[in-house]
């Protein structure tokens, strides 16, 4: 098991991503492990605070894309064929529940980011509460570098959570920055040297368990509720119209409006998703992992 996941007696849980050799990116399997730690995490009442980390030189780097790819590919046509929502515990959704994107999770999480923290580790630094970063690590939303597209939460948490100019940054340069500058964005709470980071993440996770836990959790859930408040209440407003557009007797016209409204509105994440797809298919999408893996300049279409 490459996902570790291991609870102190001061109600503190540590959570490791090691799988070294493949930059700790994440496969079918291990998406669907660090789904069920954050499960288990969310789900055990003695669990207050979660401290996350990887192994080696790398933080989290997401998608293994040489297997996940093909993998979930298979996957999705097997639950589309038998009308089932999993297949021997895997879900669709395992990779955007791992890197905490719509993932309702109200107890705090620490990251300990020890090293490269791209792609999915950028997409679940945004669901995490407190950062703490080694003097080597460094963070990137590579995406667009490679024809591709964040689409696990980063492209709407992160220009909420810094600066508009600091997240365009990020997102827009598709640059490597070095954790001191990061810090400075305002992405991380602190930086440190590496033989002091899981003590520092402690640290912050034992001055939290010194407050009431159900006072923490309602404390965070008011936060993101005020972040993320409108993918509640489109949510809500959706809901509303379907039920309207049902009503017995109700004006063709007025039904058409009402079911026009609920397709056209949509939440902030959803949105991205049906950006996602679009990129993926394009050609762009096929031309930057495949000059990556070629060691040359991609030749861009912009179709």
């Not at 999705?76 to 905490?100: C, H, M, P």
């Not at 667009?144 to 909420?160: E, K, W």
């Not at 050609?283 to 861009?300: C, L, T």
Request: charged content about 25%; proline content about 4%.
């Amino acid at each position: 098991m490459a996902i570790h996941y291991a609870q102190d007696a001061e109600h503190v849980v540590l959570i490791t991503i090691d799988r070294p050799e493949s930059r700790n990116s994440a496969d079918m399997e291990h998406f669907k492990l660090l789904r069920e730690a954050w499960d288990r995490f969310r789900d055990d009442d003695s669990a207050w605070v979660a401290i996350v980390t990887g192994v080696g030189e790398a933080f989290f780097s997401g998608a293994d894309l040489k297997s996940y790819i093909p993998e979930i590919t298979k996957l999705q046509a097997e639950i589309a064929s038998g009308g089932r929502s999993e297949i021997n515990g895997y879900r669709l959704d395992d990779g955007t529940k791992a890197v905490l994107r719509n993932y309702e999770l109200n107890k705090p999480v620490i990251a300990a980011v020890n090293g490269f923290c791209t792609a999915g580790g950028m997409e679940m630094l945004g669901g995490t509460d407190i950062r703490v970063a080694c003097t080597e690590a460094k963070f990137a939303v590579m995406e667009p570098s490679r024809g591709l597209f964040a689409g696990g939460g980063t492209t709407v948490r992160l220009p909420r959570q810094i600066p508009w100019a600091q997240a365009m940054e990020f997102l827009l340069c598709a640059d490597l920055i070095p954790a001191e500058r990061a810090l400075q964005m305002g992405l991380l709470n602190a930086v440190v040297d590496r033989d002091e980071l899981l003590d520092t993440a402690r640290n912050y996770a034992n001055r939290i368990v010194e407050n009431a836990p159900l006072a923490v959790q309602a404390t965070k859930q008011s936060a993101l509720s005020g972040l993320y408040h409108d993918e509640e209440e489109l949510g809500i407003l959706r809901a509303g119209l379907r039920g309207l557009s049902g009503v017995e007797g109700l004006p063709a016209e007025a039904r058409e409006i009402l079911e026009s409204l609920g397709r056209r509105l949509s939440t902030a994440f959803a949105r991205e998703s049906k950006l996602s797809r679009k990129i993926f298919s394009s050609e762009d999408a096929k031309e930057g992992p495949k000059a990556f893996a070629e060691k040359r300049k991609p030749n861009w279409q912009a179709r």
